[in-house]
């Protein structure tokens, strides 16, 4: 059976919040009834833009990671509800009842990732739906798919073994995947986020002064095995990512 996956390229994450922003247009004073309500204008985040600072000055870079509901299939909100208010769909979508979900407040605090936020008006946990009352009208993506202008957002609707495929071909991770929770949102370049670099500059002294050192080649040793080598840049600056 065919189910819903979300790949979240980091690298191409330029954090312009196009996602955050349909999100917004979906939901904000609407209701999709079985679905969900509609979602408070302040405060909720279902597409949650991450930002990280690496290295420091002057060598420095931005990373961003768009972080909505997993849609895990081993969901600890599942497992916390009651009276079956949150659910599995048979698509991989895990959906909060907003009907079934009132007042049951332990299902935010069930969630490791922080993607469940509570609506105070309304009484009720929500989280991104992956736009399922779209998608059951036959549209192709979820929203913030949609508007994502670098591609960083991509929605792939595929048999489980055809996501497995993927996941090898194109190096995915899961995040945290310490909480075994098995996320059906997976990322690519997730390093950027998560790992730090190794940079620096190389310059030299010509006729009394300093210039940068471009085009000089750079080995990064561990103990006396060579295991990356890169060239310095116009400024005579170096990165091991």
């Known amino acids: 059976?065919?189910?819903?996956?979300?790949?979240?390229?980091v690298e191409k994450c330029e954090d312009c919040n196009d996602c955050f922003l349909s999100c917004k247009d979906e939901h904000v004073d609407n209701d999709w009834p079985g679905y969900?309500?509609?979602?408070?204008?302040?405060?909720?985040?279902?597409?949650?833009?991450?930002?990280?600072?690496?290295?420091?000055?002057?060598?420095i870079d931005v990373a961003y990671r768009p972080t909505p509901?997993?849609?895990?299939?081993?969901?600890?909100?599942?497992?916390?509800?009651?009276?079956?208010?949150?659910?599995?769909?048979n698509d991989g979508i895990v959906i909060i009842d907003p009907i079934k979900a009132k007042g049951q407040q332990q299902v935010v605090k069930a969630c490791p990732y922080g993607a469940v936020w509570w609506n105070e008006e309304k009484d009720i946990p929500?989280?991104?739906?992956?736009?399922?009352?779209?998608?059951?009208?036959?549209?192709?993506?979820?929203?913030?798919?949609?508007?994502?202008?670098?591609?960083?957002?991509?929605?792939?609707?595929?048999?489980?073994?055809?996501?497995?495929?993927?996941?090898?071909?194109?190096?995915?991770?899961?995040?945290?995947?310490?909480?075994?929770?098995?996320?059906?949102?997976?990322?690519?370049?997730?390093?950027?986020?998560e790992k730090c670099f190794i940079a620096g500059s190389v310059a030299f002294e010509k006729d009394g002064a300093i210039e940068c050192a471009q085009g000089a080649t750079v080995?990064?040793?561990?103990?006396?095995?060579?295991?990356?080598?890169?060239?310095?840049d116009t400024f005579g600056d170096f990165k091991f990512d």
């Open 1 to 9: 059976m065919k189910k819903w996956n979300l790949i979240i390229d």
């Open 36 to 59: 969900s309500v509609s979602q408070p204008r302040h405060g909720h985040r279902w597409m949650n833009i991450m930002r990280k600072e690496r290295g420091q000055y002057p060598l």
């Open 69 to 89: 509901c997993m849609h895990c299939d081993s969901a600890p909100c599942i497992k916390a509800a009651r009276g079956n208010a949150v659910y599995k769909r």
């Open 126 to 193: 929500q989280k991104c739906t992956f736009c399922a009352h779209l998608l059951d009208e036959g549209w192709t993506k979820p929203r913030c798919v949609q508007a994502c202008p670098t591609g960083a957002l991509r929605a792939i609707y595929a048999e489980d073994s055809e996501m497995e495929r993927i996941i090898k071909a194109e190096d995915l991770e899961v995040l945290y995947p310490e909480y075994k929770t098995r996320p059906r949102v997976y990322y690519k370049n997730l390093y950027l986020y």
């Open 219 to 232: 080995s990064l040793f561990k103990d006396s095995n060579k295991i990356a080598e890169t060239t310095t």
